[in-house]
């Protein structure tokens, strides 16, 4: 995920403007403005390499064309949104629709939180990428009361940060738990794995099984429970050294081969998670 820029206030934006337009006026009269009366005010008057150098580079900062490429339009920040040519007004509307959790998901939704002009919008709307499961729904995303319809069926193995935070309700944090947890994991196998994450609240975890779903589940290596060492059973999710010394030891109590029921039998095993273990188990 791209680092932003720090938040400016309008006031510091406004003063880092007037800054930029400033020098380059200063410049202007400096090399164009013939009025003999000022010339002669300014004949010793010389500007040092350095100086100069300075004042070049401020300008080339204010001048330069904006290099566009493909970026989602919900991240714009306020250094963005100026060197696009947005106002600062226009770049606070996003800035303040975004804070609610929203998201747009169309060059007209776009244009109709912000206020952008056409001609601004016909410019920089060409590298506007938004996640391509919001451009494959059939119905509109975006409701006259600028409130997002539930999007479903994201494959959790697949999903993206800004894909999870386009659901209403998961923001930065919770995606990147989920994104954390799947990298943990090596991928999700069970969508019920999501209850399982660390940080996530009940309100979260509900959000995210109503419009996520485990569509390629990761290849899963099973580990024989009869047969492997205590080091390969403490590398299946959910099972510490502990509980797989436990697993070896009660192993050896009994003449079968161990059953899924028999590690119920285990001391502080993590029977919520016995449906999820099992898929990594062979016996």
Not at 92 to 109: C, H, I, P, W
Not at 235 to 249: D, E, G, L, S, T
Not at 261 to 277: A, G, M, S
Request: hydrophobic residues 40%; glycine residues 4%; aromatic residues 10%.
């Amino acid at each position: 995920m791209k680092t932003q820029l720090p938040y400016f206030s309008n006031k510091q934006r406004r003063a880092l403007v007037v800054f930029v337009v400033i020098i380059v006026l200063l410049q202007v009269v400096i090399l164009v403005v013939k009025d003999k009366s000022f010339a002669k005010e300014t004949t010793g008057y010389k500007i040092d390499t350095k100086t100069q150098l300075q004042i070049d580079s401020l300008k080339q900062l204010a001048l330069k064309k904006y290099d566009l490429q493909s970026f989602n339009p919900n991240f714009i920040t306020d250094y963005n949104g100026f060197k696009l040519g947005m106002t600062t007004a226009e770049i606070d509307k996003l800035l303040k629709f975004r804070s609610t959790g929203k998201y747009v998901n169309s060059a007209a939704e776009f244009q109709q939180v912000t206020g952008v002009s056409k001609e601004t919008l016909d410019k920089i709307s060409p590298y506007f990428k938004f996640p391509e499961w919001t451009q494959n729904k059939k119905s509109n995303t975006y409701t006259e009361n600028n409130e997002p319809v539930a999007f479903k069926n994201i494959d959790v193995n697949k999903a993206t940060i800004e894909d999870l935070v386009a659901i209403k309700g998961i923001g930065d944090y919770f995606a990147n738990a989920v994104i954390n947890e799947r990298e943990k994991l090596g991928g999700f196998v069970s969508i019920h794995q999501i209850d399982f994450i660390k940080g996530l609240r009940p309100e979260a975890i509900k959000i995210l099984k109503q419009n996520t779903v485990v569509k390629n589940s990761t290849a899963i290596k099973k580990v024989n429970v009869n047969t492997a060492t205590k080091e390969e059973l403490a590398q299946i999710p959910y099972i510490n050294n502990y509980i797989a010394r436990q697993i070896v030891v009660q192993r050896s109590k009994q003449e079968n081969p161990l059953k899924i029921e028999d590690l119920e039998k285990i001391n502080n095993f993590p029977l919520d998670k016995l449906k999820i273990i099992r898929l990594y188990l062979a016996f």
